[in-house]
Antibody, heavy 119, light 111 residues
Framework: EAQLVESGGGLEQPGGSLRLSCAASGFTFSSSAMNWVRQAPGKGLEWVSTISISGGNTYYADSVKGRFTISRDNSKNTLYLQMNSLRAEDTAVYYC????????????WGKGTTVTVSS | QSALTQPRSVSGSPGQSVTISCTGTSSDVGGYKYVSWYQQHPDKAPKLMIYDVNKRPSGVPDRFSGSKSGNTASLTISGVQAADEADYYCCSFAGSYTLKMFGGGTKLTVL
């Protein structure tokens, strides 16, 4: 069974950095594009970033572009999100999600990791 | 770009049909067939219910169906059940720059 487990969330001050990880199992990680999606408290879903199978193509929402970096290590079946210059509005549950095919859909989701940005 | 527009809430009695709309523009919903719908129960991860406007992943009941007309996509749940009470989000491809955008979400209440 395909499974994704996020880690690395926590409390960080504005301007600080965090690195999220997502460990994949139960499917061929190196054959799937991957995504990060976040959900602020009491709010809706927001797409954050997508990375291609090889890692050569990356895409970002305008709200995080220039501050967040998505990457992957196919040898470790792990997806990452490096989050720099954190802002209060980055406070959210961050979900890792596997692409169904191509870049358009997300068919396997982790349970999420909580990031809180506050002084 | 703004999020896709969904009604904040819809409701229906068990056995009824309910439809949730998702309105975008010709740059997203209206311009591509890449529309999907996600179900999210409280404190749970989202679940893919519909993709390619009207296709169901394996395991999703055929009570769930999708359609699109112009810039508006719709999710219809036929014979709604108590277990269907959840938040529903539409999502559309929005071009090679924005890639994906979600709707604001619709809370389905089963009366």
């Amino acid at each position: 069974e395909a499974q994704l487990v996020e880690s690395g969330g926590g409390l960080e001050q504005p301007g600080g950095s965090l690195r999220l990880s997502c460990a994949a199992s139960g499917f061929t990680f190196s054959s799937s594009a991957m995504n990060w999606v976040r959900q602020a408290p009491g709010k809706g879903l927001e797409w954050v970033s997508t990375i291609s199978i090889s890692g050569g193509n990356t895409y970002y929402a305008d709200s995080v572009k220039g501050r967040f970096t998505i990457s992957r290590d196919n040898s470790k079946n792990t997806l990452y999100l490096q989050m720099n210059s954190l802002r209060a509005e980055d406070t959210a549950v961050y979900y890792c999600a596997k692409a169904l095919s191509g870049y358009f859909y997300m068919d396997v989701w982790g349970k999420g990791t909580t990031v809180t940005v506050s002084s | 770009q703004s999020a896709l527009t969904q009604p904040r809430s819809v409701s229906g009695s068990p056995g009824q049909s309910v439809t949730i709309s998702c309105t975008g523009t010709s740059s997203d919903v209206g311009g591509y067939k890449y529309v999907s719908w996600y179900q999210q129960h409280p404190d749970k991860a989202p679940k893919l219910m519909i993709y390619d406007v009207n296709k169901r992943p394996s395991g999703v009941p055929d009570r769930f169906s999708g359609s699109k007309s112009g810039n508006t996509a719709s999710l219809t749940i036929s014979g709604v059940q108590a277990a269907d009470e959840a938040d529903y989000y539409c999502c559309s491809f929005a071009g090679s720059y924005t890639l994906k955008m979600f709707g604001g979400g619709t809370k389905l209440t089963v009366l």
